[in-house]
């Protein structure tokens, strides 16, 4: 819905996605909170879950505001890396979670900034509830930024301030706010004046609202339906216009992010930590159109493969790599599909056939020097 010039709606596009996560990045650079990367973008696993949901701001064709709802899932929510015992307290009192994560805004808005601010929150909480039934918002945020979440939008506290890892060491602080009492504790806080800028009126009195929600169950119903249809197993061998712009809108973010897992997957100390992980990157793989961009495909198989190799799943990475030769269309895929099995049956004992492997890959014709150094060097490395 275009409010004031700028238009707010759930993401449904790839270009809506990289400029959210685009401008996240900036910002959470500028504060200190992620390390810089060629993609300049920021984003993380729970972005490819059908759940998730990423909140635009659109002025001019440019993204100038975003937030995700991340709602919970086996695989839980952002804060459970700080704040498990807490979250698992309303878990076990049967709330139903969904986590505010990512808010940001185009500092070239300057006073705009805040209510733009205020508009997405509203988009967020219709979402959160009454759309999805949701019981709680949960907010993971800065020390200074607790005053803002307590004086605009009646967050609450849960649990004491600690430092968070995965922002670079920021100090950080988990806070709550009760949806199914939101209204009345709005109502107490903002009074009830008839004004943009008092939260009661915007979230609960602005005639606008009952439109928003129209157009927000829309477009969350939308990506329901493309998504049963791409889960369904079905190959989709004549994709829609509708179904392959959303099987490219959830391609772009498992890419990204297969990646990213093979990266922490080879740094990590606790073997098995990503496999809740890497077995999510399977299925979508499985599932995507067998046409389908089958290079960026590829690609992601042989990161999904390297995070369960280095998570020491070496019967899935062989699985995996299996699936890779498939998709392979060169000389050059082939060999390094079969340089990837041949190192699983290595590591699960079977290295007769880890050698096989290694010099059926270096039989194939034209093969990079590279390429046949590699082999070379394990074949003399494993006899």
Known sequence: MIID?????????????????????????????????????????????PETRTLVAVEGGQVVGTVTLVFDTPLGLPSDHLYQKEINELRAAGRKLVELSKLSTNRQLGSRSLLVLRNLFRLAKLTANPLRKMTDFCALVEPHHEAFYQKYYAFQRTGDLRTDPAARGAPSLLLRLDLLR????????????????????????????????????????????????????????????????????????????????????????????FRAEYGLYEHLLLVL????????????YRNVVLAAWYCGSFDRALALSHEMEKLAQTSEQRADSKYLQAHALHFLGRHELALQTLHAASALPELSPVMQAQLLWLTDAWR
Request: hydrophobic letters at 35%.
């Open 5 to 49: 010039g700028i238009d707010y709606h759930i993401a449904e596009t790839r270009a809506d996605l990289e400029q959210a996560f685009r401008l996240v990045y900036h910002n959470y650079v500028e504060m200190g909170y992620c390390h810089f990367n060629i993609h300049q973008m920021h984003f993380y696993l729970f972005d490819i879950l």
């Open 182 to 273: 939101a209204e009345e504790s709005y109502q107490e806080l903002f009074e009830s004046s008839n004004k943009p800028s008092n939260p009661y009126w915007l979230n609960y009195q602005d005639p606008l609202l009952p439109a928003l929600l129209t157009e927000l169950r829309t477009a969350d119903e939308h990506l329901w339906k493309m998504h049963r249809r791409v889960e369904s197993g079905q190959p989709l061998n004549s994709p829609t216009p509708d179904e392959r712009s959303y099987v490219d809108f959830r391609l772009f973010a498992l890419e990204f992010n297969a990646e990213k897992v093979s990266k922490e997957a080879q740094t990590c100390d606790s073997s098995g930590l």
């Open 289 to 300: 159109p067998p046409n389908y961009a089958p290079e960026k495909r590829l690609e992601i």
